[in-house]
């Protein structure tokens, strides 16, 4: 699947819904900063039929250097999670609806 960038859904918008190319620019950069401006003030952006995004606190961890093999300090840090709306949910996982599931490794000890 190819990327897309906001002038592709710009695009889409308003040829969807018979708006200007700019009109559909403008309200999605709206509604990008609305986002980034809730997650900046609040840490916490929910929009229905989408999804809800978040920031999430990442503690400190020790870990190994892979050129050097030295222990090294990672700081802690925040990142923006991002959990689908139920309705995003099923859409994405309805193409894998008619998978069974199958137990692997059933009886087998180690």
């Known amino acids: 699947?190819?990327?897309?960038?906001?002038?592709?859904?710009?695009?889409?918008?308003?040829t969807k819904h018979?708006?200007?190319?700019?009109?559909s620019k403008l309200f999605l950069k709206a509604f990008v900063?609305?986002?980034?401006k809730g997650i900046a003030d609040d840490g916490l952006?929910?929009?229905?039929?989408?999804?809800?995004?978040k920031l999430i606190g990442i503690d400190a961890r020790e870990s190994i250097?892979?050129?050097?093999g030295e222990r090294?300090?990672?700081?802690?840090?925040?990142?923006?999670s991002f959990i689908p709306d139920a309705t995003m949910k099923e859409l994405v996982n309805?193409?894998?609806?008619?998978?069974?599931?199958v137990i692997l490794n059933d009886g087998v000890e180690v």
């Open 33 to 36: 900063e609305t986002i980034q």
């Open 65 to 68: 250097s892979v050129n050097t």
């Open 45 to 53: 952006v929910k929009v229905k039929g989408l999804g809800t995004f």
């Open 94 to 101: 309805r193409p894998f609806s008619a998978f069974e599931t």
């Open 72 to 80: 090294v300090m990672i700081e802690g840090h925040q990142k923006l």
């Open 18 to 23: 018979g708006i200007s190319q700019k009109q």
């Open 1 to 14: 699947m190819e990327k897309i960038y906001l002038d592709n859904l710009a695009t889409e918008l308003a």
